[in-house]
């Protein structure tokens, strides 16, 4: 059985190299997970939690492995989910995680329940991303005791 889903915004690795970071802390918690660098809803258990790992490209758009997913959520009643995201961008730009924004609209708008406030990680100020992920997910893991 899986207890996490990981799923991938990426468009130049950095939420690739999060995502793996994420796996790795997961595992050591001996909590079983799957990272999905294309995402296709009918492969992604509903019953795990999922963690939404999401960069932002172009004008505050969702990367293109991760839009189909998005549009296949957005026909989906997804009630049975629960979900956190982490999103990475960069706080010089004015669409700063909106991708991130993005997925966590579409899932509450089809019914999942998000978990946690979102993680939104500047690059500015944490130029290795995955080491700030790993640290809230410790944290968040602890929480749930």
């Not at 939420?15 to 009918?42: F, G, I």
């Not at 509903?46 to 492995?65: R, V």
């Not at 629960?82 to 706080?91: A, E, H, R």
């Not at 700063?96 to 100020?125: T, W, Y």
């Amino acid at each position: 059985m899986v207890d996490f889903e990981i799923i991938v915004g990426s468009m130049l690795g950095a939420s690739e190299y999060v995502a793996e970071a994420l796996q790795e802390t997961l595992s050591k918690h001996q909590l079983a997970s799957n990272v999905h660098l294309t995402p296709d809803l009918p492969d992604i258990s509903h019953s795990a939690i999922w963690i939404i790992c999401t960069s932002t490209h172009g004008a505050g758009d969702l990367p293109d492995n991760i839009q189909r997913f998005a549009k296949q959520i957005e026909t989906t009643d997804v009630s049975d989910v629960s979900f956190i995201v982490i999103g990475l961008g960069d706080s010089s730009y004015d669409t700063f995680c909106s991708g991130a924004a993005k997925m966590e609209q579409v899932l509450k708008n089809s019914g999942a329940r998000m978990d946690a406030p979102a993680l939104n990680i500047d690059v500015l100020h944490h130029p290795i991303p995955e080491n700030t992920a790993v640290e809230w997910l410790e944290t968040w893991i602890s929480s749930r005791g």
